[in-house]
Each structure stands twice: as structure tokens, then as C-alpha cells.
Nanobody, 126 residues
Framework: QVQLVESGGGLVQAGGSLRLSCAAS????????RGWFRQAPGKEREFVAA????????IYADSVKGRFTISRGDAKNMVYLQMNSLKPEDTAVYYC???????????????????WGQGTQVTVSS
């Protein structure tokens, strides 16, 4: 069955960096894009970044553009989110998700993703 497992979260000071990892299993990774979302307490889950099925095309939320980088590993089951210049407002649970469509363009819509990981907590202190 499809599984997504995030890791790499933690506590960091403002201005610091973290790299999140998402390990996928149970499906043909190279046929589907993947995305990162986050959810802060009391707020709705929001889009952060996505990478296309080829591992080349990317898209970012305006709030993280220029600070976060999404990439796919040589082992195509891995997707990473490099987060630099972190701010307290980046504090949230970060989720990895699989695009539900094969060989398709990028999407930022939650409805465009069908499998989700359990999430990893990122806390940025001021």
C-alpha cells in the first residue's frame, strides 16, 4: 500500500535551517508528483511546495518562495524540503503528499493529492 513518511522536523531559531525528508513506498514514484503542505494550530492546512513527476518542475507558495527548495533524490522515492531563513510563522506540522494524477502538471490544491504522511513538527523560535 502507499506510504509516505516524513522526517527531519525539530526546533530551530529564527534564521536557521532545516531539511525535511519524505520517503515514499507502494507506488511507482516516477509517475507522480509530490507536495508539501503545513498546518499551524487553529489554521487550515496550506500548500507549501510541489515537484512534478519528472522531478524538474517546481512551484512554491509566495510565503516561502526564495527560502524553501523542494527537490527529489537520486533514489526517486525521496523528496526533500530544504528550509532556510526560517521565521516563527513557519511553525507548523509539515505534511508530504502524493499527487493523485499521473504524468500531470503541478497543482497546489489539497484536493489534488490523495495520500498523506503523518506529519513532522517544525517549531521556529524567535
Amino acid at each position: 500500500q502507499v506510504q509516505l513518511v516524513e522526517s527531519g522536523g525539530g526546533l530551530v531559531q529564527a534564521g536557521g535551517s532545516l531539511r525535511l525528508s519524505c520517503a515514499a513506498s507502494g507506488y511507482t514514484f516516477s509517475n507522480y508528483g509530490r507536495g508539501w503542505f503545513r498546518q499551524a494550530p487553529g489554521k487550515e492546512r496550506e500548500f507549501v511546495a510541489a515537484i512534478g513527476w519528472r522531478g524538474a518542475a517546481t512551484i512554491y507558495a509566495d510565503s516561502v518562495k526564495g527560502r524553501f527548495t523542494i527537490s527529489r533524490g537520486d533514489a526517486k522515492n525521496m523528496v526533500y524540503l530544504q528550509m532556510n531563513s526560517l521565521k516563527p510563522e513557519d511553525t507548523a506540522v509539515y505534511y508530504c503528499a502524493k499527487d493523485r494524477r499521473t504524468f500531470s502538471g503541478l497543482t497546489t490544491a489539497i484536493q489534488g493529492f490523495d495520500y498523506w504522511g503523518q506529519g513532522t513538527q517544525v517549531t521556529v523560535s524567535s
